[in-house]
């Protein structure tokens, strides 16, 4: 094995557990949601912050991270994003010192910083560290490790953080104000320890990456920089319609998993603390994985948006289920949503970008960004599940795989007279 072959398997190695490492902390808000709920009275409303701020960021900071890109490399925004995200962790300890939920708030932003850095330039990073016949089993692969990290966080978390005793809202209000904060300071530290370990992995990972000889692609560029004007990209049918699809699928598969714990927990549902709940979000991310290895086989045989909308009418039915049932019928149909997700963001992407020649990065910038769907959605859910209620609030994420089915069948279309523009290229599906 030539020194090359030896320099990219080390870096795929640091890559891998990076992957995995941002799957944990994108699934961790899953537990730290009801949480922050519990520790400060908060509606589902105010509790969707947490969304709102940690996605919010993906849509502020992309084309930032992608001018960094340009300047810097791989490499290096790589280590920066890694340093940034430790340091976001890092906050969540004055945070609970306080205890402040504003404060809480900006550690997520800065956090999601530190993600978004990743975003743009781990997954190019990956799929240049060999031939490019591999790229598409090098992609999967370290993605693989991410949904294992979407597995583990919310277990660990529902053992780390929602193991104590929490009070209801009628419950808090008997306490005085000074017993009140005390049991606000107590129940916030329990986020202090997993946060620091999270800080004290991201920092190493960041020097790891800094320190050893891993290739560089320094000519890569800022890929958000070429490829046209952002109304050429949008003139095409399928990149506009792909764009609301991307934003209303991850807002619709975020929404869920930040409200199972609350929705299990429930009496009439699953009955079970939040603690055990947060097993399900374990289930629900674990199931996505397997949904993706059986979804990448499938589509050798199915054409993509055929298969796109055979999914989403899976979840769109489910979805019905959860609103007009009880117990574990309800509690089941919920969590099984997350198997018919797995290949929704890989299958859109890839409509998304289809016959775009030199436009193919001005769509990719536009597809990446509209992840900020799983800070509006979510959002808009917690609206609906304080004014009329939890599982009725399920009706949001129905709506969004409407739309979805869509797309699927109709919207993800390349009209003849558009794929006369430009030539078709070939696209690998990568994943989230």
């Known amino acids: 094995m030539n020194h090359q072959a030896i320099s990219n398997r080390r870096a795929l190695i640091v890559i891998t557990t990076i992957f995995f490492m941002w799957g944990m902390i994108n699934s961790l808000n899953d537990v730290l949601i009801p949480h922050l ?66 404060l809480f708030l900006l ?79 107590e129940q916030a530290q329990a986020v202090q320890l997993p946060y620091l370990g999270l800080a004290g992995l991201l920092f190493a990972l960041a020097v790891l990456v800094y320190r050893l000889k891993l290739p560089d692609f320094q000519d890569a560029g800022d890929n958000t920089q070429s490829g046209g004007r952002l109304g050429e990209v949008l003139r095409w049918p399928h990149v506009r319609l792909g764009v609301v699809a991307m934003f209303l699928y991850v807002g619709a598969e975020v929404a869920i998993s930040s409200f199972l714990i609350n929705y299990i927990s429930q009496s009439h549902i699953g009955n079970v603390s939040e603690r055990n709940a947060a097993f399900y979000v374990s289930l629900y991310w674990g199931l996505g994985m397997v949904g993706r ?95 009329i209620g939890l599982q009725v609030s399920f009706i949001m994420p129905l709506l969004c795989y409407l739309y979805v089915i869509f797309y699927g069948f109709k919207g993800s279309r390349v009209t003849a007279a558009s794929a006369q523009v430009l030539p078709v290229q070939g696209i690998s599906l990568t994943t989230r």
Do not use: H
Request: aromatic content about 10%.
């Open 37 to 102: 709920r519990a520790v400060f009275s908060l509606s589902y409303t105010q509790a969707m912050l947490v969304q709102l701020t940690f996605f919010g960021a993906y849509f502020l900071m992309s084309l930032p991270g992608g001018k960094l890109l340009g300047y810097v490399g791989y490499k290096r925004t790589i280590s920066t994003g890694l340093f940034i995200a430790g340091s976001g962790a890092l906050l969540f300890y004055p945070a609970a010192r306080l205890p402040s939920y504003p």
């Open 107 to 185: 550690a997520l932003f800065v956090l999601s910083t530190g993600i978004t850095l990743l975003q743009v330039s781990a997954n190019p990073y990956a799929s240049r560290l060999g031939s490019e016949a591999t790229a598409s089993s090098r992609l999967n692969f370290t993605q693989a490790f991410n949904s294992l990290g979407g597995i583990v966080a919310p277990a660990l978390g529902g053992l780390l953080i929602l193991s104590g005793s929490v009070l209801g809202v009628a419950e808090l209000a008997k306490l005085g104000p000074a017993q009140q904060l005390a049991y606000r300071v």
């Open 293 to 387: 290895l059986l979804g990448s086989m499938l589509l050798r045989y199915i054409p993509p948006g055929r298969l796109l909308g055979l999914n989403a009418i899976a979840c769109a039915a489910l979805c019905i289920v959860t609103l007009f049932s009880e117990g574990l019928v309800a509690m089941w149909s919920l969590v099984s949503i997350g198997f018919f997700n797995a290949i929704m963001f890989p299958t859109i992407f890839t409509l998304g970008i289809a016959t775009l020649g030199p436009l193919t990065g001005r769509a990719s910038s536009l597809l990446v960004m509209a992840i900020v769907g799983a800070a509006i959605v979510p959002m808009a859910q917690g609206i609906v599940a304080d004014l």
